[in-house]
């Protein structure tokens, strides 16, 4: 299992977490049933496949150890296995959360 595992938020989307203490997801993740995760290999594409242009966003680590048996790893873009979270995410899971500036192309 990856130790660290991200997931990119809007700032609003981190904001409301961290008020709250918890995230149930964006709403492509309530759409799918899962909160959508990156590794540290696969951010770099999801950012720009997903976020390319968009600013105020926030890059999320993880610590994908404390996700237990509700992060699964399924075959997603390109036949990759990405990390997918079949549950709510609480601040407990949270290594650090840092500003991702995005150029055009993410």
Do not use: C
């Not at 709250?20 to 309530?30: C, E, M, N, P, Q």
């Not at 390319?52 to 150890?65: H, S």
Request: glycine share 10%; aromatic share 10%.
């Amino acid at each position: 299992m990856e130790k660290d595992i991200y997931k990119i938020m809007t700032n609003a989307q981190w904001a409301e977490f961290s008020a709250k203490g918890v995230f149930t997801g964006a709403s492509i993740d309530l759409n799918d049933g899962y909160i959508h995760l990156s590794t540290a290999s696969q951010v770099r594409e999801t950012a720009a496949k997903h976020f390319g242009g968009q600013n105020n966003l926030m890059l999320v680590a993880i610590v994908g150890e404390k996700l237990g048996t509700a992060l699964k790893f399924e075959v997603s873009r390109g036949g990759e296995l990405f990390p997918h979270l079949y549950s709510s995410l609480t601040l407990e899971h949270v290594l650090w959360a840092k500003p991702l500036p995005l150029g055009a192309t993410g």
